[in-house]
């Protein structure tokens, strides 16, 4: 007997096929997606005022919702006991669940086809509402995220008519998203269509000054130039292998522009030789130097990214997919697309076959994890990157895994441990010589200082970390220092110098076409706390964008905070809905802040 539960447009359950008489009211499906969405289960007493706080009897409506269920999954012994456990048969599959899961690698965008529980609303359940929301959005970002991987499969196939579809259903979406705006200018220049290309940019950045009152990042101009480079490859293999070394060779040394340079020209060589292997090589080459040595190219990265992963797929280059596959990874964890993420991430886990490919992987796994603040997972799968990295002579991918790994204890009060990892951290950073990643580590230890009384010290430390960045034109170390500064300003009571430092930090992180979102929204955190806390005119505006971004990503305690911040600004119910979202981080600081916090 099979069983399948659809959650996505109307909801229904289907029994072999048939569907069956649906439970009896809307807040029976609402415990359904509650309870299937919940990591553990929640006890009735929360299920009840949830849900059932308005009824005379809310433990009596929960019990008969609860067998309102029973009956429609055919299954007496499931939803019983306090906290009521869900346990469906094996083999079941659910829409939802299907859609979220990392092994879920053959589910398409085609498979949303509605908001979760269409056309339900429960207006007498306020904390409920505002969760369902937030999934509503969660799940808007994943449906995104799909048609995003969707046209890059295509565009690299060789389908760009196709490609070019979805990048403009996904710019009619959110037509202000500049990275659906790059794609689609990137898949109109790629079909050939320069033209249409130019068009398309033009109407964008028409449409930024009006609406936004900026221009968009120079990335976009670059993205209707696709293509236009005729290196004039003659097909040389060994030409092809010496470009590839010169332009490893160059990125080491620091000389981007050359080394970029240099692997255009390996892989139109290995192109016009024909090997598909050696043209794999250096594309994932490429791939990972536009990601990773330069900022607001990852766009131009992932799409060449795509193609190297069908080369060496066709070559079986094992060690060639999985690095591929981590580094489409960890463009979509930075993003916030982290279903598909994870789907790159458990292929490229299952492909590796070294330590020095598991410590990396798992190192993006983890920082994946930590961002939408499932801490102890997270830190497991970074104490083990750091273990392998060790082991096998990776510093700095040792220092990488450490930075995030005081992060998480920053994070969470854990302020000793923090230290530990993050002077570790930079200890590993200074002999490896690394001063592309110093600010990032650097700036989290003055954040250590700061909290521990020391705004001095933490001044000293991030001043320099943000003239580093600055140098270095990194955008998200550059936004990182300056919110350690703002909030040093802000702990000396220099409320003016703290607002604009905080202002300076909105602006960096976003920058570029492809902003690090985790870090966008922990300044807008700060930026929120300072508005409110200065009785300025309008701390609204960042409010509604830290809660977009929450949602969007699913980045929970980011979500969570912005609804702390609505309550603090006397929004009904928010408190309440913070609450319901927070029930589930493993977090002390924020569990003191949801405890502590009184409706406005």
Same mark, same amino acid.
């Given at each position: 007997?099979?069983?399948?539960?659809?959650?996505?447009?109307?909801?229904?359950? *289907?029994?072999?096929?048939?569907?069956?008489?649906?439970?009896?009211?809307?807040?029976?499906?609402?415990?359904?997606?509650?309870?299937?969405?919940?990591?553990?289960?929640?006890?009735?007493?929360?299920?009840?005022?949830?849900?059932?706080?308005?009824?005379?009897?809310?433990?009596?409506?929960?019990?008969?919702?609860?067998?309102?269920?029973?009956?429609?999954?055919?299954?007496?012994?499931?939803?019983?006991?306090?906290?009521?456990?869900?346990?469906?048969?094996?083999?079941?599959?659910?829409?939802?669940?299907?859609?979220?899961?990392?092994?879920?690698?053959? &589910?398409?965008?085609?498979?949303?086809?509605?908001?979760?529980?269409?056309?339900?609303?429960?207006?007498?359940?306020?904390?409920? *509402?505002?969760?369902?929301? $937030?999934?509503?959005?969660?799940?808007?970002?994943?449906?995104?995220?799909?048609?995003?991987?969707?046209?890059?499969?295509?565009?690299?196939?060789?389908?760009?008519?196709?490609?070019?579809?979805?990048?403009?259903?996904?710019?009619?979406?959110?037509?202000?998203?500049?990275?659906?705006?790059?794609?689609?200018?990137?898949?109109?220049?790629?079909?050939?269509?320069?033209?249409?290309?130019?068009?398309?940019?033009? &109407?964008?950045?028409?449409?930024?000054?009006?609406?936004?009152?900026?221009?968009?990042?120079?990335?976009?101009?670059?993205?209707?130039?696709?293509?236009?480079?005729?290196?004039?490859?003659?097909?040389?293999?060994?030409?092809?292998?010496?470009?590839?070394?010169?332009?490893?060779?160059?990125?080491?040394?620091?000389?981007?522009?050359?080394?970029?340079?240099?692997?255009?020209?390996?892989?139109?060589?290995?192109?016009?030789?024909?090997?598909?292997?050696?043209?794999?090589?250096?594309?994932?080459?490429?791939?990972?130097?536009?990601?990773?040595?330069?900022?607001?190219?990852?766009?131009?990265?992932?799409?060449?990214?795509?193609?190297?992963?069908?080369?060496?797929?066709?070559?079986?280059?094992?060690?060639?997919?999985?690095?591929?596959?981590?580094?489409?990874?960890?463009?979509?964890?930075?993003?916030?697309?982290?279903?598909?993420?994870?789907?790159?991430?458990?292929?490229?886990?299952?492909?590796?076959?070294?330590?020095? *490919?598991?410590?990396?992987?798992?190192?993006?796994?983890?920082?994946?994890?930590?961002?939408?603040?499932?801490?102890?997972?997270?830190?497991?799968?970074?104490?083990?990157? &750091?273990?392998?990295?060790?082991?096998?002579?990776?510093?700095?991918?040792?220092?990488?895994?450490?930075?995030?790994?005081?992060?998480?204890?920053?994070?969470?009060?854990?302020?000793?441990?923090?230290?530990?990892?993050?002077?570790?951290?930079?200890?590993?950073?200074?002999?490896?010589?690394?001063?592309?990643?110093?600010?990032?580590?650097?700036?989290?230890?003055?954040?250590?200082?700061?909290?521990?009384?020391?705004?001095?010290?933490?001044?000293?430390?991030?001043?320099?970390?943000?003239?580093?960045?600055?140098?270095?034109?990194?955008?998200?170390?550059?936004?990182?220092?300056?919110?350690?500064?703002?909030?040093?300003?802000?702990?000396?009571?220099?409320?003016?110098?703290?607002?604009?430092?905080?202002?300076?930090?909105?602006?960096?992180?976003?920058? &570029?076409?492809?902003?690090?979102?985790?870090? $966008?929204?922990?300044?807008?955190?700060?930026?929120?706390?300072?508005?409110?806390?200065?009785?300025?005119?309008?701390?609204?505006?960042?409010?509604?964008?830290?809660?977009?971004?929450?949602?969007?990503?699913?980045?929970?305690?980011? @979500?969570?905070?912005?609804?702390?911040?609505?309550?603090?600004?006397?929004?009904?119910?928010?408190?309440? @809905?913070?609450?319901?979202?927070?029930?589930?981080?493993?977090?002390?600081?924020?569990?003191?802040?949801?405890?502590?916090?009184?409706?406005?």
């Amino acid at each position: 007997m099979s069983l399948a539960v659809r959650l996505l447009g109307k909801p229904a359950i *289907e029994r072999d096929g048939v569907l069956v008489q649906a439970p009896r009211g809307r807040k029976a499906w609402a415990l359904l997606l509650y309870l299937m969405l919940s990591e553990r289960p929640p006890p009735r007493a929360r299920l009840a005022s949830l849900l059932f706080a308005e009824a005379d009897d809310p433990l009596g409506g929960l019990r008969w919702s609860l067998g309102e269920l029973r009956r429609a999954l055919d299954d007496p012994l499931v939803l019983r006991g306090d906290p009521p456990t869900l346990r469906l048969p094996a083999g079941a599959s659910v829409d939802l669940l299907a859609l979220l899961s990392p092994e879920g690698g053959q &589910v398409t965008a085609s498979a949303w086809e509605g908001e979760l529980l269409e056309g339900m609303s429960f207006p007498g359940c306020p904390a409920f *509402e505002t969760w369902l929301t $937030h999934q509503r959005r969660h799940l808007a970002g994943v449906c995104q995220a799909l048609m995003h991987e969707t046209a890059l499969e295509r565009l690299a196939s060789g389908d760009a008519n196709g490609a070019c579809e979805l990048a403009a259903r996904l710019v009619s979406l959110d037509p202000l998203e500049l990275r659906w705006q790059e794609l689609l200018i990137r898949c109109l220049a790629r079909s050939g269509d320069r033209t249409g290309a130019e068009r398309q940019l033009a &109407v964008c950045e028409e449409l930024f000054m009006r609406e936004l009152g900026v221009e968009p990042s120079p990335e976009l101009r670059l993205a209707a130039q696709d293509g236009d480079r005729d290196p004039g490859a003659v097909g040389d293999r060994d030409a092809a292998l010496g470009q590839l070394q010169a332009g490893r060779a160059a990125l080491d040394a620091g000389a981007v522009a050359p080394g970029l340079d240099c692997l255009r020209l390996a892989c139109a060589e290995a192109a016009a030789c024909g090997d598909a292997g050696l043209q794999a090589d250096s594309l994932i080459a490429l791939g990972s130097a536009l990601v990773h040595a330069v900022r607001g190219r990852d766009g131009e990265g992932a799409a060449v990214l795509h193609e190297a992963l069908a080369l060496a797929g066709r070559a079986g280059d094992r060690a060639g997919t999985s690095l591929a596959c981590r580094e489409l990874g960890y463009i979509d964890v930075q993003a916030g697309r982290n279903a598909s993420g994870g789907r790159w991430l458990v292929k490229a886990t299952g492909l590796a076959s070294s330590d020095e *490919e598991r410590c990396a992987i798992l190192g993006v796994r983890g920082m994946a994890l930590s961002d939408r603040a499932y801490y102890p997972a997270a830190l497991g799968l970074l104490e083990r990157s &750091v273990e392998l990295a060790e082991g096998c002579g990776q510093a700095r991918q040792a220092a990488w895994s450490l930075s995030l790994i005081g992060r998480i204890h920053l994070l969470c009060g854990d302020l000793a441990l923090a230290v530990t990892a993050l002077d570790r951290s930079l200890q590993l950073v200074g002999g490896e010589r690394w001063t592309a990643f110093r600010p990032w580590p650097e700036s989290l230890r003055a954040e250590v200082s700061l909290r521990s009384g020391g705004p001095g010290r933490a001044r000293e430390r991030v001043e320099g970390a943000f003239r580093l960045a600055c140098r270095l034109g990194d955008p998200c170390w550059e936004a990182t220092a300056a919110r350690v500064i703002g909030l040093a300003h802000a702990a000396e009571g220099d409320a003016r110098g703290a607002r604009e430092w905080l202002a300076q930090a909105r602006s960096r992180a976003t920058r &570029v076409a492809d902003p690090y979102e985790w870090v $966008h929204g922990h300044v807008l955190d700060a930026s929120a706390s300072l508005a409110i806390d200065s009785d300025d005119t309008e701390p609204e505006e960042i409010v509604r964008a830290l809660s977009s971004l929450g949602d969007r990503t699913g980045m929970r305690e980011l @979500a969570v905070r912005a609804h702390l911040h609505q309550a603090r600004l006397g929004v009904p119910g928010a408190l309440d @809905a913070a609450r319901v979202l927070g029930s589930e981080i493993d977090n002390p600081t924020l569990a003191e802040l949801l405890s502590a916090a009184v409706p406005a």
